[in-house]
């Protein structure tokens, strides 16, 4: 069965620090996404990856930074958390084409005070 | 560029009754189109997709789209719904070229009322 999972569920940070979320797929997919999710938007596209140490920006990047050192683990950084990066950040999969089904893991919520 | 709409952020229905969740997109090439559900507290997962071929698609748990072309429409039905359809729906359209990115919608959250 295909699994996708995230270090964390639920996560409080303070202002400033430096945060890591962790993706980790058992399925050899090569394609992996970092999103967040808010309400009244949507999911909204961090980074994605289509190989290892290879990283392209989505549609709102600022503020975040990625690393993929290994096909099957993706991290999501915040390098100084900021309130406004408050929320539900997902995780995804793909094997690799436009057509293949994106497989997400259960979502870290975050919360920066 | 791509685009989604969902139309009706919520939507509430009586069990038994028709499902429908709207959603037009706006795509230069031709479209992969996705809907994905998400209940409390998880992750999404895939309902159905359209990629080519027949334009009526069929998913899980008893829910079907029609890929319409001419409206640039993909609306998502079901003839019954029932309670454990509660969820929030996102509809996607896969960007051009192999890369796998979608573009989502921003959602609608279906209600169902006993």
Not at chain 1, 64 to 82: D, G, H, M, T, W
Not at chain 2, 72 to 86: E, G, N, Q, R, Y
């Amino acid at each position: 069965d295909v699994k996708v999972t995230q270090s964390s569920r639920y996560l409080v940070k303070r202002t400033g620090e430096k945060v890591f979320l962790e993706c980790v797929q058992d399925m050899d997919h090569e394609n992996m996404f970092w999103y967040r999710q808010d309400p009244g938007l949507g999911l909204r596209l961090i980074y994605f990856s289509y190989d290892v140490k290879m990283k392209e920006k989505g549609d709102i990047p600022e503020g975040y930074s990625v690393s993929r050192e290994k096909k099957e683990r993706f991290s999501l950084i915040l390098e100084s958390a900021s309130t406004n990066q408050t929320s539900m950040y997902l995780c995804a999969s793909s094997p690799g084409l436009g057509t293949d089904t994106q497989y997400f893991g259960p979502g870290t919520r975050l919360t920066v005070l | 560029a791509q685009s989604v709409t969902q139309l009706g952020s919520h939507v509430s229905v009586s069990e038994g009754a028709l499902v429908l969740l709207r959603c037009n997109y706006s795509s230069s090439v031709p479209p992969y189109l996705f809907w994905y559900v998400q209940y409390p507290n998880q992750g999404l997962q895939l309902l159905l997709k359209y990629t080519t071929g027949a334009t009526l698609v069929k998913g899980i748990n008893g829910f079907e789209a029609e890929f319409k072309k001419s409206e640039t429409s993909f609306h998502l039905t079901k003839p019954s719904a029932h309670m454990s359809d509660a969820a929030e729906y996102f509809c996607a359209v896969s960007s051009s070229g192999n890369t796998g990115k979608l573009i989502f919608g921003q959602g609608t959250t279906l209600q169902v009322k006993p």
